[in-house]
């Protein structure tokens, strides 16, 4: 029995004197300005507005979010770093309609930049349901602006390279 409150004693201490976990959470418009993912640059552009009033005479007048690669869930990424919890939540930045709105399930209009790389943006998180495929830009660079079909217009979850 002395065993036993020997050890119960011992697992009370070491949990009194274990530091409470900590969390952090940002915001970032681009995922490439999480630190754990690396990435030189965002390809696929997501707009607040639809083509129409996101781009008007040459300039954006629509926030966006940018993209590089696969991106499992629009809502955001999360990772633990020793005890403390780092979350980036992913929202529509650089000014225009919808700044600072949370990017899952909001965007209506999307822009592919990349010169190498398809992508498809999906209804779900982790690239389910129904999905929309967008192809690389042009031969001059030229980044054609598209509406999501009705079916993805503020319901976008994932993204994905296609």
């Known amino acids: 029995m002395a065993a036993c409150a020997t050890s119960f004693a011992a697992v009370v201490a070491v949990m009194a004197t274990a530091g409470p976990a900590h969390a952090a959470t940002y ?23 639809s083509k129409d009033i996101a781009i008007q005479d040459g300039y954006y007048k629509s926030a ?3 993209y590089y690669g696969n991106v499992d869930d629009h809502w955001g990424t999360s990772r633990y ?28 209009s ?11 943006v999906y209804y779900n ?17 030229d980044c054609n602006i598209t509406n999501l079909i009705s079916a993805l217009k503020n319901n976008n979850a994932s993204s994905h390279f296609a």
């Open 27 to 49: 915001n970032a418009s681009d995922n490439c300005d999480v630190p754990w993912i690396s990435c030189s640059y965002g390809d696929l552009w997501l707009f607040y507005n």
């Open 110 to 120: 999307v822009q592919n930049c990349a010169r190498d790389d398809n992508y498809r």
């Open 81 to 108: 770093q020793g005890s403390s919890l780092t979350t980036y939540r992913y929202v529509f930045g650089n000014g225009g309609n919808g700044n600072g709105q949370y990017m899952k399930n909001n965007a209506a």
């Open 64 to 66: 966006f979010t940018l």
């Open 125 to 141: 998180s982790g690239y389910g349901g129904t999905s929309q495929y967008f192809a690389k830009n042009g031969p001059y660079g």
